[in-house]
């Protein structure tokens, strides 16, 4: 009987060891990491932005040739697109592997 309770103890207290590791160090830790993807994913934007006005008045003051733009202009959506990707991407990771068990 004292080894079925010492087992079921000894059960209760890793589960209940790795219910705290989870709340105190691996939730803080996503919430960093995921604090500090969205300020490099918001750096990001902001710089697409700013090529974006820079050609913006390109074409404004010096008349750039259409096409040129155009190009230009599809490779910041494409730059936009692929980053919107990896963004879902990281986000159904983070819900796969943390989501309540």
Do not use: C, W
């Amino acid at each position: 009987r004292m080894k079925k309770e010492t087992a079921e103890s000894l059960i209760f207290h890793f589960k209940n060891y790795n219910e705290n590791i989870k709340f105190q160090y691996i939730f803080k830790f996503i919430d960093l990491i995921s604090d500090r993807l969205y300020s490099l994913m918001m750096e990001r934007f902001h710089d697409y932005s700013q090529d974006l006005s820079g050609a913006m008045s390109l074409t404004a003051v010096k008349q750039v040739d259409k096409e040129q733009m155009f190009s230009s202009l599809r490779d910041v959506e494409s730059g936009l697109n692929a980053l919107s990707d990896r963004i879902a991407e990281y986000q159904k990771q983070v819900n796969m592997n943390f989501a309540p068990a």
